[in-house]
């Protein structure tokens, strides 16, 4: 029994990570465009889903009103203001709450009257309604809950202090399990041919 030595224990280590990284990226980019998919499909209804719909409407209103009255006297444009900032504290408001139950990574409460308009909250909607699609996408992806746990096990098999032949073996079954192929040149290793 021939026991794997440091330099092929961490030539092993950089290879499944290297190997791993390939197989997550790829899985990464089809996560995102399945999510990109879904929630292109949601996000006409995901105010509604947040129970900010009305709210967005009415915001797009009184925000219009507000700037075509820009130019008028002091007092309307006040009024209106106020009108939009009140509205516009609804859906921040409503949105915090929402950020906090659903662990968004969003804040609502930068909302300026005279810049953003209604915009503000869809384009910030929007990107929560992405998030929220790939996580349920990765949720139900099955090669990529798996990938951890084999990658993990490809570890343990590396650090077990096996000879070097049951250790590539192993390790060769174990990644061949991710459909992911680990060539290994026999002779280089050492590994006798059965």
């Known amino acids: 029994m021939k026991p794997i030595r440091s330099n092929e224990l961490e030539f092993f280590k950089e290879l499944v990570k290297?190997?791993?990284?390939?197989k997550e990226e790829a899985v990464r980019s089809e996560i995102h465009l399945e999510a990109d998919k879904l929630a292109e499909k949601r996000k006409a209804s995901f105010p509604k889903e947040c129970g900010v719909d009305k709210s967005l409407n009415q915001l797009k209103k009184v925000n219009a009103e507000y700037l075509?009255?820009?130019?008028?006297?002091?007092?309307?444009?006040?009024?209106?203001?106020?009108k939009v900032n009140a509205v516009a504290?609804?859906?921040?408001?409503?949105?915090?709450?929402?950020?906090?139950?659903r662990n968004?990574?969003?804040?609502?409460?930068?909302?300026?009257v005279k810049e953003d308009g209604v915009e503000y909250f869809t384009n910030k909607l929007d990107d929560m309604c992405f998030q929220e699609a790939e996580k349920h996408i990765k949720k139900g992806h099955k090669i990529?809950?798996?990938?951890?746990?084999?990658?993990d096990n490809c570890k343990v098999i590396i650090h077990t202090g096996s000879d070097i032949n049951s250790t590539v073996k192993t390790?060769?079954?174990e990644m061949a399990s991710a459909d992911i192929r680990l060539a290994i040149p026999e002779q280089l290793?050492?590994?006798?041919v059965k």
């Open 68 to 82: 075509d009255f820009i130019r008028t006297k002091s007092v309307v444009e006040q009024r209106l203001r106020d």
């Open 144 to 151: 990529y809950n798996s990938l951890k746990e084999k990658r």
């Open 171 to 173: 390790l060769q079954k």
């Open 89 to 101: 504290e609804i859906v921040s408001s409503r949105l915090s709450r929402l950020s906090k139950t």
């Open 104 to 112: 968004w990574s969003e804040s609502f409460d930068n909302f300026n």
């Open 189 to 192: 290793l050492q590994i006798a």
């Open 18 to 22: 290297d190997k791993f990284y390939d």
